[in-house]
């Protein structure tokens, strides 16, 4: 014989779904929300003595043999067309990650290094960085000016 559920019950049976459904999206965002937090605490542990606290610039006049001041971070987008360059600002960190770049000082990422990857879409590019250097990106994202 099949039994039917009451309405309260079927009801309640649907009301938990539909909650268990928003909890997991809610988490998903989450992730990226604390994702681009730890950025920001890699940021101003490894960024912010030459390029300020607010990704500004100008800073560094405590670094020796800064020879050059440290650009606005906020406007990278702005002067790539109002897209945040993630595969460049990627390449250029890990041209520094690997040991500097020619004509340039900056210090090195050791911290950003890591076994474990990351995918992460920043606008239209999708990237699998490690996941320290994928919070990075995503921190410098949410700071640019548009």
């Known amino acids: 014989m099949v039994q039917y559920e009451t309405g309260k019950a079927m009801a309640g049976r649907v009301c938990v ?8 999206l ?3 965002g989450r ?9 920001a605490a890699l940021y101003l542990g490894n960024c912010a ?6 990704a500004s610039g100008g800073g560094g006049a405590s670094v020796p043999g800064l ?4 650009p606005d971070l906020r406007v990278l987008a702005l002067n790539a067309g109002g897209t945040f360059p993630a595969r460049e600002v990627l390449a250029v960190l890990n ?4 040991g500097g770049q020619p ?10 290094e890591s076994e474990r990857r990351r995918r992460i ?26």
Do not use: N, W
């Not at 992730?31 to 950025?39: H, Y």
């Not at 003595?49 to 607010?54: Q, R």
């Not at 004509?103 to 950003?112: D, I, K, N, V, Y």
């Open 103 to 112: 004509g340039r000082r900056m210090a090195g990422f050791q911290s950003l």
């Open 49 to 54: 003595v030459c390029h300020g606290g607010d």
């Open 95 to 98: 041209g520094y990650h690997k």
């Open 26 to 28: 809610a988490a998903c």
């Open 31 to 39: 992730g990226e929300r604390s994702l681009t937090a730890e950025g």
């Open 17 to 24: 779904m539909f909650l268990a459904i928003a909890l997991a």
């Open 121 to 146: 879409k920043i606008g239209d590019v999708r990237l699998r960085p490690s996941e320290p250097m994928a919070a990075l990106l995503l921190y410098l994202d949410s700071q640019q000016i548009r």
């Open 67 to 70: 020879s050059k001041t440290p």
